[in-house]
Each structure stands twice: as structure tokens, then as C-alpha cells.
Nanobody, 118 residues
Framework: QVQLVESGGGLVQSGGSLRLSCAAS???????????MGWYRQAPGNKRELVAR???????TYVDSVKGRFIISRDNAKKTLYLQMNSLKPEDTAVYYC?????????WGQGTQVTVSS
């Protein structure tokens, strides 16, 4: 069984920062470092989109709208994925999820709400 638990969201003013965490558990993630992981987000009325991903080797890729502001990282020993979000904008408001990359439908967790006020 796979479990991904996101945390760290909240309400922040425009220009502020948040750090999201995603704790992975389950037999699939016995070797967490084997998997490419991603952070995804879904704003009301929008499709869920990939925001950033990190390969098993640590290579990172970002969607253009967050380049230079967000940093994805991982701690394989702790089986935890992180997303440092800086210079937040109201358009970053969404529920943020972590998942493998490519995403596995059955792995979606509850997500964590990020709200950026202007």
C-alpha cells in the first residue's frame, strides 16, 4: 500500500514563502530513491498540473510559471519530498499534491491547501 502525506500549506501574503513536505510510506517506497517524484497542483476550475519534478538522480525540472521561485528537493533517507516556494503570487493558490512521476492515479493523497492573498 502506498501513502503520500502532504503538509506545510497555509495562508500567506503575496511575496511570502512556504515549504511543503511529502512523506512517503508503503512497500512500493521501500527504496524511495528509485522513483522520480513530482509536485502537482490544482486550482479551482482547473486541471491538475505538474509544477516540478525530480529524478531519482536528483535532476530537477520546473514549469515555466514557477522557475526561479520554487525549489524541489528530496531526502531519500527520510523518504520525504520537499517544495520550497518563494515569492508566492495569488495565482499560486491551489491544492498541492505529491506523487510519483509520471503520476500514479491510485497514489494521490489529500493534498495541502496553499492560499496566497494579494
Amino acid at each position: 500500500q502506498v501513502q503520500l502525506v502532504e503538509s506545510g500549506g497555509g495562508l500567506v501574503q503575496s511575496g511570502g514563502s512556504l515549504r511543503l513536505s511529502c512523506a512517503a510510506s508503503g512497500s512500493i517506497f521501500s527504496i524511495f530513491s528509485d522513483y522520480a517524484m513530482g509536485w502537482y497542483r490544482q486550482a479551482p476550475g482547473n486541471k491538475r498540473e505538474l509544477v516540478a519534478r525530480i529524478s531519482s538522480a536528483g535532476k530537477t525540472t520546473y514549469v515555466d510559471s514557477v522557475k526561479g521561485r520554487f525549489i524541489i528537493s528530496r531526502d531519500n533517507a527520510k523518504k520525504t519530498l520537499y517544495l520550497q516556494m518563494n515569492s508566492l503570487k495569488p495565482e499560486d493558490t491551489a491544492v498541492y499534491y505529491c506523487n510519483r512521476y509520471p503520476a500514479v492515479i491510485s497514489d494521490w493523497g489529500q493534498g495541502t491547501q496553499v492560499t496566497v492573498s494579494s
